[in-house]
């Protein structure tokens, strides 16, 4: 719709500001500024041109002249500056005419003087606001000195009841315009402020989102190639299977054994690319925040001790009786995620072993929770890199020429935490490790399934 009326192109705010797309928001305030106030400086002295004293109007035609020329060169010659300096010099002859008439520091001066300081702060260039706020300390410091020792040096600006009329124009035209001035920079850093606010917020958001759709990929290509890898495998160990059974029936004594060991070396080799896959698996699972936590409670002796039976050993991996001590209870747990804990620590101990030695494992229930140790005598964590340990994909210097992901024991941490346990460790490098897992007997505000019967 249309405005009624509409004004010429002349007395437009565009045409006499500066338009908002050659120029900046500083220069149209300041722009401003110049324009009205020489505007209106010259009406009241048209007005009253009869009526004041020689030193009166001059002051007030350098003020016109002096904002018409800072008009012209902000808006035609682009001197922001240049047109800056008159303004400052604009506002000292303002405030020096209010320090003469209303009565120095002690009346309105400081009101103003701290009004045109905050204005001109915005309208500065930021490298040169330390200068002029210590110039601008300086000077109104220098005005308090000479009001007290030196008022013999006043003189009488204004004469006149028109005079002083005017003066109280100019005074409260001024402090009006301060004001408004202040709102209006204030309301525009106000808005950048919120502008950047929201583009920051829209930048995240996107960065939030593509890192999500990033995630979703990877789980999803793990997943893909997870199943994709499972179906050979299953294919290759039970074909292995089938081939062991028939070499075992035409092979006999030290050809038997070097079979054997050939066999051996296939089904670890698959049990090592199965492992990989579930370990990425679980890590892709636990960084999109996306594990399944299903807990029941469990009778934690026979749980740990099963594992145990069915972890599958060699001639030289002999396996240790579980211990407990206290009072055995049972425990709210996930079965999957904890056998995948007790499993991979297990699995380290061993692994990690120049002579391969099963772990002692030692169950302690107390008061408050329940304590699972697993010691070995391998070859121990260096102590500087200790802290790094459940990092994932990290692995200590000391353990470089043993195959592993270094996803392990971030999985386990993880798995840990959702019971609201902790897992603690302490080695030394040569000696062995001893890895403690801390777990609640019940997780707070959650429905448990009754263990199957």
């Known amino acids: 719709m249309k405005p009624i009326i509409s004004l010429p192109k002349y007395f437009s705010s565009a045409f006499l500001l500066g338009d908002k797309d050659n120029f900046s928001f500083k220069e149209r305030v300041i722009n401003c500024t110049f324009f009205c106030g020489s505007i209106a400086t010259s009406t009241l002295y048209i007005t009253g041109i009869q009526t004041f004293t020689p030193l009166f109007s001059i002051i007030i035609i350098s003020s016109i002249i002096l904002g018409f020329i800072g008009y012209l060169t902000t808006r035609i010659y682009r001197r922001y500056l240049v047109s800056l300096l008159i303004l400052i010099v604009l506002e000292l002859i303002i405030i020096v005419m209010l320090w003469k008439e209303k009565g120095g520091v002690l009346g309105l001066v400081p009101i103003t003087f701290i009004g045109i300081v905050v204005i001109d702060i915005h309208l500065i ?9 210590i110039t601008s300390v300086l000077l109104f410091s ?5 009001e007290v020792k030196f008022s013999e040096l006043q003189i009488e600006v204004s004469s006149t009841i028109e005079e002083k009329i005017a003066l109280a124009s100019i005074n409260w035209g001024a402090i009006m315009l301060i004001i408004l001035a202040i709102i209006v ?4 850093e106000y808005d950048k402020a919120q502008n950047i606010l929201h583009e920051q917020k829209e930048e995240l958001k996107q960065m939030l989102q593509k890192e999500q759709e ?7 290509f793990l997943a893909m190639v ?3 890898f499972r179906t050979p495998m299953t294919v290759i160990q039970s074909s292995t299977n089938l081939i062991q059974l028939r070499a075992s029936k ?3 004594g030290s050809e038997l054994d070097k079979t054997s060991r050939q066999f051996e070396n296939i089904y670890g080799a698959i049990d090592t690319l199965t492992n990989i896959m579930e370990r990425m698996l679980n890590y892709e699972s636990i960084q999109a925040n996306n594990v399944n936590f299903n807990p029941k409670m469990l009778e934690l002796q026979s749980f740990i001790q099963k594992i145990i039976n069915n972890y599958p050993t060699t001639k030289k991996t002999q396996k240790i009786d579980l211990t407990y001590t ?5 425990i709210q747990a996930d079965p999957i995620l904890m056998e995948h804990c007790i499993s991979n620590l297990i699995s380290n101990a061993v692994k990690y072993d120049p002579q391969h030695r099963f772990p002692n494992i030692n169950i302690c229930f107390t008061k408050d929770n329940v304590q699972i140790s697993i010691s070995d005598k391998g070859l121990g964590i260096p102590e500087e890199q200790q802290k790094e340990l459940f990092s994932p994909f990290f692995r200590a210097k000391n353990v470089a020429n043993i195959k592993g992901t270094g996803v392990g024991l971030f999985v386990v941490k993880n798995f840990i935490e959702l019971h609201d346990g902790q897992i603690t460790v302490k080695s030394k490098e040569g000696e062995g490790t001893t890895f403690k897992l801390s777990l609640p007997f019940k997780k707070n505000n959650l429905k448990v399934e009754a263990p199957s019967i």
Do not use: D, E
């Open 125 to 133: 260039p930021k490298k040169y606001n330390p200068l002029f706020i």
């Open 142 to 146: 220098a005005v308090i000195f000479a």
């Open 185 to 188: 920079l204030f309301k525009n």
């Open 214 to 220: 990033r995630h979703q990929m990877k789980g999803a």
């Open 226 to 228: 997870s199943h994709q």
């Open 250 to 252: 035409s092979f006999q």
């Open 326 to 330: 206290g009072t055995a209870r049972q």
